[in-house]
């Protein structure tokens, strides 16, 4: 496929990204485009020792090799996240060295960078190692302190350079995390659908159709993405990509994510670990991506025509119900003031509520038949995902499905964004819908 003339419009536009090259054996383009966007800087390169094999110690060759100044830093733990305390040590470097970061690496490396760039008002270039997450060309760098996962609004690189070669050889877990990823925003897509309609975060149609406009043709390249196809690996980046820029256009993680990102959230919070080992971001979106296409299953054969708003009304709680019921939910939470702190932030009042459902009831049918052209059936998500080798449930990663179903719950309260557990609890239907899902007969039946 050519995104050429997309991609061109979009850094045209977007806030921070502009330059994007990929393609195969493009590596040696890394001083060219550094010179290009940043000067006669000097290059600080920071890799992983994974990343500086996979390309770290090919780019600083060639930026060395143009005469441009350059220094390393490799961090030397095997499994680290994205966390303050590494970012410090890039932050530690750049304080007495004027240089612009040249992250060489995935999701980890990319965001500590990102993060540390920004402490010191510098723009920075990333050189992509797998494609395995959406986050490259996104402003937001996720980070966990004190505990709490949040998503810092930064600068997103000025510079990405992607070698298709490279991606491919990336581990396949990667690439799947990726596709993963990748996929998530078919359910977010849906959700973000439901909140245009209640006005609280309308659609962006720039933002939308760098997300959805290729989406479902790179998903179908699965059988190549899972066989290392470096082309079919590299549209894969390329759609991620894309992701990250409708971020940038839209200022908001909105084109991204949305319930299904949460159970990411979660368990990085609780630190979950599978096998004594953490989950990648793209594997736990997988599973909340595949959990989601379960719900929306179930709720598209309800029929939100027939809801009677005036019940639905009387039987919504009030705010200070609402808070007081996320921290009986977070109570034992690592972050117990998570759940309080962003109902708080989305709660709606009764006259509100009142006309989202009546927006909802009397535009049910145009709003069903969106939906269901834009989400997959669990059974489609559940083979595309294990074609490429990602998670197909809760049991992919260790979880069991009564842990998930549990799981729901703080997913509702834990962001302020609207989801479509939102709108079912609004409709009262949220206990009916995660039953159908999670109760006998279930796709995702408990069983005792």
Not at 19 to 45: C, H, I, Q, T
Not at 173 to 185: F, I, N, R, S, V
Not at 398 to 421: K, S, Y
Request: proline content about 3%; hydrophobic content about 45%.
């Amino acid at each position: 496929m050519d995104y050429r003339k997309q991609l061109d419009e979009a850094l045209a536009i977007a806030k921070d990204t502009k330059s994007f090259e990929f393609g195969n054996d493009v590596l040696g383009l890394a001083p060219e485009l550094f010179r290009k966007n940043f000067g006669e800087k000097a290059a600080l390169v920071v890799a992983d020792n994974n990343t500086w094999k996979a390309a770290g110690e090919a780019v600083t060759k060639h930026i060395q090799d143009a005469g441009i100044e350059c220094r390393t830093y490799i961090f030397p733990e095997e499994e680290f996240h994205a966390e303050f305390e590494f970012v410090d040590r890039v932050d530690k470097i750049l304080d007495s060295y004027d240089a612009i970061p040249v992250a060489v690496g995935s999701g980890v490396i990319n965001d500590l960078c990102k993060l540390a760039a920004f402490h010191h008002e510098k723009p920075y270039m990333v050189v992509a190692t797998a494609a395995s997450v959406d986050g490259y060309a996104s402003s937001g760098a996720v980070v966990t302190k004190d505990g709490a996962k949040i998503n810092i609004e930064t600068h997103a690189p000025k510079v990405i350079l992607a070698d298709n070669k490279v991606l491919a050889a990336a581990p396949k877990e990667m690439t799947a995390a990726g596709y993963g990823d990748l996929a998530a925003k078919v359910t977010s897509g849906a959700e973000w659908m439901i909140a245009d309609m209640f006005g609280t975060e309308p659609i962006i149609t720039m933002a939308w159709s760098l997300v959805n406009d290729s989406l479902n043709d790179i998903l179908a390249e699965n059988e190549k993405i899972a066989a290392g196809d470096p082309d079919a690996v590299g549209d894969l980046f390329v759609g991620l990509t894309l992701t990250g820029l409708a971020m940038q256009i839209a200022h908001t993680s909105r084109p991204a994510s949305c319930s299904e990102h949460l159970f990411s959230h979660y368990l990085d919070m609780t630190e979950y670990r599978y096998h004594g080992k953490f989950q990648s971001h793209g594997f736990q979106c997988a599973m909340g991506t595949v959990i989601m296409s379960a719900c929306f299953d179930e709720f598209l054969k309800m029929d939100l025509s027939k809801i009677d708003v005036d019940a639905c009304v009387a039987a919504w709680p009030t705010l200070e119900q609402e808070q007081q019921r996320a921290l009986e939910i977070f109570k034992d939470f690592p972050v117990p003031q998570l759940g309080y702190t962003e109902i708080t932030k989305k709660y709606n009042d009764a006259e509100t509520v009142r006309q989202q459902l009546t927006k909802v009831k009397e535009n049910w049918t145009e709003l069903k038949e969106r939906i269901q052209n834009q989400v997959y059936t669990y059974d489609k998500m559940v083979a595309l995902m294990k074609s490429v080798g990602a998670p197909v449930g809760p049991e992919s990663i260790g979880l069991t499905r009564a842990q998930v179903r549990r799981m729901v719950d703080f997913v509702q309260l834990m962001r302020w964004r609207i989801n479509l557990f939102d709108l079912c609890k609004r409709a009262q239907i949220y206990d009916a819908l995660l039953d159908r899902v999670f109760g006998k007969g279930g796709v995702l039946e408990i069983s005792e």
